[in-house]
């Protein structure tokens, strides 16, 4: 188990394994590249996590696919956008194989706006970088940076892990960790993550 954004964790992303951010609210994230995201990963993460599926795109991204954020009047940096389904092959849109096929049309490059139906089931959040750099970031930019630094397209998935021993709370960091180590998860956090970043470009 790697607690550091190194090699195994973005060499477990970019292999489309589910990897572990520790928020910094105390509690934890189940993160999948949104990319290289499949069916048998999104059913791992609506699993053990809150159900409540969401992808962390680029303002950019957001923005050339036409996702808006939900209200005028919430924090825009990090928005939830509105939710969206695949326009088609899909059923209902809830299943994990649906919902993986939303996540990864809203990874491609090449979708366009009306591959995808509004209102749905898979929420985007907008991440927000600042001049190439993130300010204040949570858990939507370290999604975004993960992916980036597994050297692919800049979108990953977010679930929240539910604690086991109390179901109707959200696993906190100690349960997160033994969780990771009994499925043989890799775990980082979003104030490690961006310490590596922001060496990563100074060096660069």
Known sequence: MSTAPGTRVTAALAG?????????HGTAELVVAAAVAST???????????????????????????????TARGPYRCAQA????????????????????AVRLLADPATEPGQLRRPGHTVPLRAWPTGGVFDEPGVAEAGVEL?????????????????RSDPCAMA????????AGEHGLCVTSVAELFAVAAEERRAG
């Open 16 to 24: 489309g394994h589910p990897v572990i951010v520790l928020d910094e």
């Open 40 to 70: 048998s990963s999104l059913a791992f993460l609506i699993r053990h996590g809150s159900g409540f599926v969401r992808v962390a795109l680029t303002g950019q991204a957001c923005d050339r696919l036409g996702l808006p954020p939900v």
């Open 82 to 101: 509105i939710a969206v389904d695949a326009a088609e092959d899909v059923s209902t849109g809830i299943s994990a194989a649906d919902r993986c096929r």
């Open 147 to 163: 992916a980036r630094l597994a050297g692919l397209e800049p979108a990953s998935v977010l679930c929240g892990l539910v604690s």
């Open 172 to 179: 906190g960091h100690a349960e997160a960790r033994a969780f």
